[in-house]
C-alpha cells in the first residue's frame, strides 16, 4: 500500500535505495532518458528551482500544500514570475480555487521575495510589505496599481502628491528587485513531469498505457547470493536481503496493475473529457463508486491517486482532475464554476448578473441551483457581487 501511494519520483528513490544497499540487487535503466517528478540538481550551482524545493522540504506546510506549491515551481518562469493563467493552473495541477490560492500565497512566502507573483507591480509590493520604514507613498502607489505611472514623470500629474514625495517613493521603488530570479542560474536541462498513466485517442477511441518502462527494473543476483550464503553463516542476513527484494517487486508489480486497472475505468468513464479536455465534460466521480466497481477499498483507491500524473494529447494532468465531486442532478463541482466563470465574462460590464439572473440561466442548461449556492460558489471563486461587477 506503501508503495502505490508513492509519486513515480518517489518510487525511483526507493528502488535505487535498496539497490545501494543490498549487495545482490543491481538496476537496469529505462531505455529512454526523462526526469521524476522533481527538478535535477545543477552539480555547479544552485538553481532557483533547487533553492526553493529547498524550502518546501524543510516548512512544516501539510504534504497536500507542498504538493501544491512543488507544481507552480515547475510553472515559474526563467525570471521567477508565475504567469500561467488561473484557469490553465486549474486544469494542469486538478486542485480547487481555494487550494490553489493558498499554494501561491505559500510560494509567494518563500526566499527570494517576489518570487512567484504575476506582474512587477505585485513583485515589488510583496517586496515593499517586507521592508521596515518603507516609503508610505511608494507603498501606496504599488497598493493602488500605479506603478506606471509613476515611472513616466509625465504623467505624475494625474497622482495625488507632490514633486518631491513622487521623486522619493521613485528612488524607494528602484531600490527593489524587478527580477527575484536574478540571483540565480537557471536549470541547463529541460525538465518533465512523469505522468503513471498515458492515454491515447484515435478514432475516438481511448486506449491506456503504463509509463512503467519509465521506472528501473531491479535485478537480483540470484547466482551470488547462493555461492555467499552457503558460504556463511549468517543466514538471516541474507534472507533479510532476498525478502527485502521481493516485497517491493512484488509490491511494483501491484502497483502497475492496479494503476492499469484504474486507468481503464476511468478513461472510459470520463471518455468524454479526454477526447476534448475540455473541465465541463467531467462527470462526477467519486472514490467509493471507482472502489466498487473495481472491488477494492476507497483507501486503496485514494492512495492510487495520490500525486500520479496522467498524460493526454500531449498535455499532463494530475489523475485527481478525473475525480471532480458531485453537486446535483449528476452535476460536478467543476461544470458549476465554469458554466458560473463562462456567465461572468460574457455578462455585460454595464449591467452585470445578480446571482438571481445566474440561477434562471443555470436552470435553462438543466443546472438547478439556490440563489444562497450560487453566492457560495461566486465567494469561492472570489468573485464579487453583481454591484462591485459594475462598470
Not at 486549474?90 to 527570494?112: C, I, M, N, W, Y
Request: charged share 25%; net charge neutral; hydrophobic share 40%.
Amino acid at each position: 500500500m506503501a508503495v502505490l501511494s508513492y509519486s513515480t519520483y518517489d518510487l525511483v528513490n526507493v528502488i535505487k535505495d535498496l539497490a545501494a544497499s543490498d549487495p545482490f540487487v543491481s538496476l537496469r535503466e529505462p531505455q529512454t532518458e526523462s526526469q521524476g517528478l522533481e527538478w535535477v540538481a545543477d552539480p555547479q550551482a544552485e538553481s532557483l528551482t533547487d533553492h526553493l524545493l529547498m524550502q518546501v522540504r524543510l516548512s512544516n506546510w501539510t504534504s497536500k500544500n507542498k504538493a501544491a506549491v512543488k507544481q507552480l515551481i515547475y510553472n515559474l518562469a526563467a525570471d521567477g514570475y508565475l504567469r500561467t493563467g488561473t484557469s490553465e493552473l486549474l486544469d494542469q495541477t486538478g486542485l480547487s480555487f481555494v487550494e490553489l490560492r493558498h499554494a501561491k500565497e505559500s510560494l509567494q512566502s518563500l526566499d527570494p521575495c517576489g518570487i512567484g507573483t504575476q506582474d512587477l507591480n505585485e513583485c515589488l509590493l510583496i517586496q515593499a510589505r517586507q521592508i521596515t520604514n518603507f516609503d508610505q507613498v511608494a507603498l501606496r502607489i504599488l497598493i493602488d496599481q500605479q506603478l506606471e505611472l509613476l515611472a513616466d514623470p509625465a504623467s505624475w500629474s494625474q497622482l495625488n502628491y507632490s514633486r518631491q514625495e513622487l521623486t522619493a517613493a521613485l528612488a524607494s521603488i528602484q531600490t527593489l528587485n524587478p527580477l527575484p530570479a536574478s540571483e540565480y542560474v537557471a536549470a541547463d536541462s529541460t525538465q518533465y513531469l512523469v505522468p503513471d498513466l498515458i492515454y491515447k485517442v484515435v478514432d475516438q477511441r481511448i486506449t491506456v498505457e503504463s509509463f512503467q518502462q519509465q521506472i528501473p527494473e531491479l535485478i537480483f543476483d540470484e547466482a551470488s547470493y547462493t555461492k555467499l550464503k552457503a558460504q556463511t553463516d549468517q543466514q538471516q542476513y541474507f534472507s533479510t536481503q532476498r525478502e527485502r527484494y521481493l516485497e517491493l517487486k512484488n509490491a511494483i508489480n501491484q502497483r502497475h496493475q492496479t494503476m492499469m486497472r484504474l486507468g481503464k475505468y476511468v478513461g472510459h468513464y470520463q471518455h468524454d473529457f479526454l477526447l476534448s479536455l475540455k473541465k465541463e465534460e467531467l462527470k462526477p466521480l467519486g472514490l467509493k463508486e471507482v472502489a466498487q466497481a473495481l472491488d477494492l477499498a476507497p483507501s486503496t483507491i485514494s492512495r492510487a491517486i495520490k500525486d500520479k500524473y496522467i498524460q493526454c494529447q500531449n498535455k499532463i494532468f494530475s489523475l485527481k482532475i478525473l475525480f471532480p465531486r458531485q453537486v446535483t442532478d449528476n452535476i460536478s463541482q467543476t461544470k458549476i464554476e465554469h458554466e458560473l466563470l463562462t456567465l461572468i465574462q460574457t455578462e455585460n460590464p454595464a449591467r452585470p448578473l445578480t446571482d438571481q439572473q445566474i440561477v434562471a440561466l443555470l436552470a435553462d442548461q438543466g443546472i438547478h441551483l439556490s440563489r444562497r449556492v450560487i453566492a457560495k460558489y461566486r465567494a469561492k471563486l472570489r468573485i464579487p457581487n453583481s454591484y462591485a461587477r459594475k462598470k
